[in-house]
């Protein structure tokens, strides 16, 4: 069992950064994917990127390069760099945990209801 706990959220200007940050509060990330996935007001929530344990890291085709996942394995820490901030990148950002299936394929780790573990979140306001 994994615990979550994010950071580094916070209102910026169109165009802008920010770094947000998930801690395994307790547990490891050791052997399970991670996931980030965002949520806006009123809208289901969002895939934005997500790595296994090792490898590459996949992204939501929407985000058009501005964002890069960074895992610390040793420090049971990840990051995810937002660059060039929308408005339309609004929304409370979480990040989840899996264990890894080999056999199962991206597609899998971009549905939320596939992760067992989450985060309380971390609110990106970005205005116009």
């Known amino acids: 069992q994994v615990q979550l706990v994010e950071s580094g959220g916070g209102t910026v200007q169109t165009g802008d950064s920010l770094r947000l940050s998930c801690a395994a509060s307790?547990?490891?990330?050791?052997?399970?994917?991670i996931g980030w996935f965002r949520q806006a007001p009123g809208k289901e929530r969002e895939f934005v990127a997500a790595?296994?344990?090792?490898?590459?890291?996949h992204y939501a085709d929407s985000l058009e390069g501005r964002f890069t996942f960074a895992r610390d394995n040793a420090k049971n820490t990840v990051t995810l760099q937002m660059n060039s901030l929308k408005p339309e990148d609004t929304g409370v950002y979480f990040c989840?945990?899996?264990?890894?299936?080999?056999?199962?394929?991206?597609?899998?780790?971009?549905?939320?209801?596939?992760?067992?573990?989450w985060g309380q979140g971390t609110q990106v306001t970005v205005s116009s």
């Open positions: 307790r547990g490891t990330f050791r052997g399970y994917a």
């Open positions: 989840s945990a899996k264990r890894i299936v080999a056999t199962y394929d991206w597609a899998y780790y971009e549905d939320f209801q596939n992760y067992n573990y």
């Open positions: 790595n296994k344990w090792v490898g590459n890291t």
